[in-house]
Structures are given as structure tokens and as C-alpha cells.
């Protein structure tokens, strides 16, 4: 099993960045996917997630800035995100939980993401 996460790195603030995870182990389109976050001294706090059957969900922090996507063909999980802020500086890591979504999810190495002013 692995989740090996991509596309972190430096942003400006209101800038964008996307995430990758490419996923083995796990079926993006028959299991429950999603990205978390975590900053030091802070629990890991889910930001999206998205089910087999594609319905979406958002923490109130990046909702309506952030879209998380899937590509069943290509059993990749997407985050892109938009309109970045100091607070979005964080470790994002992919998370896939077999089948619906009961919160057994397990993790990928993570990818820092760092937006500055």
C-alpha cells in the first residue's frame, strides 16, 4: 500500500498550488479519499474528502477555495488550491479509507506546503 503525495512546495500568498497522491493498494474509485493537514503542536485535521461515489466534503477553512478531485483511470487524488493564506502553511497528506468512509484512514509520508507574504 502506498500514498506517495506530490506538488507541495512554496506559494504566494493568493497564489495556487495542486496537489497529487498516487495511489497503490487502494481503488479511487471504490474507496474513500482525502486529504488532511496538519501544522506543529496541532492535531492532523481533515480539509476534504471525497467518496467512491464522488460526494464531496470541506472543513469550513478551505471551503470554497480548495477542490479535491480524483482520476479512476489514473488512481490519482488531486488537491488543488486556490487563494492561498499564511494559515494554509501546513504538512498535506493524502488519506484513503477502504471502502465508505468510517475514518480507519490511513496516510502517505505527507508534503509540506509553505505560503509566505
Known amino acids: 500500500v502506498q500514498l506517495i503525495e506530490s506538488g507541495g512546495g512554496s506559494a504566494q500568498v493568493g497564489g495556487s498550488l495542486k496537489l497529487s497522491c498516487a495511489v497503490s493498494?487502494?481503488?479511487?474509485?471504490?474507496?474513500?479519499m482525502g486529504w488532511f493537514r496538519q501544522t506543529p503542536g496541532k492535531a492532523r485535521e481533515r480539509i476534504a474528502r471525497?467518496?467512491?461515489?464522488?460526494?464531496?466534503s470541506y472543513a469550513d477553512s478551505v471551503k470554497g477555495r480548495f477542490i479535491i478531485s480524483k482520476d479512476n483511470a489514473k488512481n490519482t487524488l488531486y488537491l488543488q488550491m486556490n487563494s492561498q493564506n499564511t494559515e494554509d502553511t501546513a504538512m498535506y497528506y493524502c488519506?484513503?479509507?477502504?471502502?465508505?468512509?468510517?475514518?480507519?484512514?490511513?496516510w502517505g509520508q505527507g508534503t509540506q506546503v509553505t505560503v509566505s507574504s
Open positions: 493498494g487502494y481503488t479511487v474509485s471504490r474507496d474513500c
Open positions: 471525497i467518496t467512491s461515489l464522488g460526494s464531496l
Open positions: 488519506a484513503a479509507d477502504r471502502g465508505p468512509c468510517d475514518g480507519n484512514w490511513r
